[in-house]
């Protein structure tokens, strides 16, 4: 064979190599899951087993598939949720397989003594947060950062998810609910989006309290009691325990419409910005550095009569060492 025909063999199939995997799905995967790393697992059926049913967590799952799904589609793609019910991992995360937006969720957080149906709905929101939150993202990356996810997940998520009669009957946190209440009837006039407010800064204040005990921290974390912290830069990672709580409520006050999309560039639009307004739903400065035109004053965290969150027998039952052993 001459050695002009094998130069032409090689070059077709280097050719053909370059050409499938320029076609393959490029799989990105966000490293960072909606918790802190833990290595706690919770088995079907173990004595940690106190959370959601299977049925429970499959309404969940159906319903934020109904929302989002066709959202995602529109945007030329698809909404995978792998719905790792027997897998005992306490934790969710991310991650783009060409144009599947993934999200998984598995069934060992839903197993725990903590999680509602509204918690789990808000880290399934976390998670398409990343996916759909826009900016400020990982620097470089497809994906919106943790603080961002935690804003989106209350600022425009949850409120889709709520929206629907159907969601109802779904298991709720118990606690304190008078300075949500208040703050949430100060940022909206209509009384059903008020609900939705306080209900979306309910769920944010149950998985922050699950937060705390993982990170065996003392402070419970308290509506009126905002992170102090002002970056310098930039945070892209999981924010501490009160500023995760600070987002979600802040995310929950914005009167922005929630139908409003945000941008993948500009992380004023659809947001509250003091720049467009808002003293209230504005990102906290314990993890946001808002760029120039944006103003950097800190968020009001409607500070009002100080009273703790009640714990729910949960919550209670997550002080129990045994329950977080090997974290």
């Given at each position: 064979?001459?050695?002009?025909?094998?130069?032409?063999?090689?070059?077709?199939?280097?050719?053909?190599?370059?050409?499938?995997?320029?076609?393959?799905?490029?799989?990105?995967?966000?490293?960072?899951?909606?918790?802190?790393?833990?290595?706690?697992?919770?088995?079907?059926?173990?004595?940690?087993?106190?959370?959601?049913?299977?049925?429970?967590?499959?309404?969940?799952?159906?319903?934020?598939?109904?929302?989002?799904?066709?959202?995602?589609?529109?945007?030329?793609?698809?909404?995978?949720?792998?719905?790792?019910?027997e897998d005992p991992t306490?934790?969710?995360?991310?991650?783009?397989?060409?144009?599947?937006?993934?999200?998984?969720?598995?069934?060992?957080?839903?197993?725990?003594?903590?999680?509602?149906?509204?918690?789990?709905?808000?880290?399934?929101?976390?998670?398409?947060?990343?996916?759909?939150?826009?900016?400020?993202?990982?620097?470089?990356?497809?994906?919106?950062?943790?603080?961002?996810?935690?804003?989106?997940?209350?600022?425009?998520?949850?409120?889709?998810?709520f929206a629907s009669p159907?969601?109802?009957?779904?298991?709720?946190?118990?606690?304190?609910?008078?300075?949500?209440?208040?703050?949430?009837?100060?940022?909206?006039?209509?009384?059903?989006?008020?609900?939705?407010?306080?209900?979306?800064?309910?769920?944010?204040?149950?998985?922050?309290?699950?937060?705390?005990?993982?990170?065996?921290?003392?402070?419970?974390?308290?509506?009126?009691?905002?992170?102090?912290?002002?970056?310098?830069?930039?945070?892209?990672?999981?924010?501490?325990?009160?500023?995760?709580?600070?987002?979600?409520?802040?995310?929950?006050?914005?009167?922005?419409?929630?139908?409003?999309?945000?941008?993948?560039?500009?992380?004023?639009?659809?947001?509250?910005?003091?720049?467009?307004?808002?003293?209230?739903?504005?990102?906290?400065?314990?993890?946001?550095?808002?760029?120039?035109?944006?103003?950097?004053?800190?968020?009001?965290?409607?500070?009002?009569?100080?009273?703790?969150?009640?714990?729910?027998?949960?919550?209670?039952?997550?002080?129990?060492?045994?329950?977080?052993?090997?974290?």
């Open positions: 064979m001459s050695k002009k025909i094998v130069g032409v063999i090689v070059g077709a199939v280097l050719t053909a190599l370059l050409s499938v995997a320029q076609s393959s799905p490029r799989r990105v995967v966000l490293e960072d899951g909606f918790l802190p790393p833990n290595n706690l697992k919770i088995p079907i059926g173990s004595l940690e087993d106190k959370g959601l049913t299977r049925k429970q967590y499959e309404a969940v799952m159906d319903r934020v598939q109904a929302v989002y799904g066709p959202i995602i589609a529109s945007r030329g793609g698809r909404l995978m949720i792998n719905r790792l019910w306490v934790n969710a995360s991310a991650d783009r397989q060409g144009d599947d937006y993934v999200i998984n969720m598995y069934g060992g957080l839903a197993r725990h003594a903590a999680i509602t149906q509204d918690g789990m709905a808000l880290v399934a929101c976390h998670e398409i947060g990343h996916h759909l939150g826009g900016a400020p993202k990982y620097p470089d990356d497809w994906a919106s950062n943790e603080g961002q996810a935690d804003y989106f997940a209350n600022l425009k998520c949850l409120h889709r998810i159907e969601t109802a009957a779904f298991t709720k946190p118990t606690g304190d609910e008078s300075l949500a209440r208040e703050a949430c009837g100060k940022s909206f006039a209509r009384a059903q989006d008020g609900a939705l407010c306080v209900r979306s800064a309910m769920a944010g204040m149950s998985v922050t309290a699950l937060f705390r005990v993982m990170r065996r921290e003392d402070p419970v974390p308290r509506f009126d009691t905002p992170d102090p912290k002002v970056v310098e830069s930039m945070f892209n990672g999981h924010p501490g325990t009160q500023c995760r709580l600070d987002t979600y409520y802040q995310g929950s006050l914005c009167a922005q419409p929630f139908a409003e999309d945000v941008s993948e560039t500009d992380p004023s639009v659809g947001a509250c910005t003091r720049a467009g307004g808002f003293s209230v739903g504005l990102r906290p400065r314990c993890w946001y550095l808002p760029p120039a035109a944006e103003g950097a004053g800190l968020a009001d965290a409607a500070v009002m009569t100080s009273k703790p969150m009640n714990a729910s027998p949960a919550l209670t039952l997550l002080e129990s060492p045994p329950v977080w052993q090997g974290l």
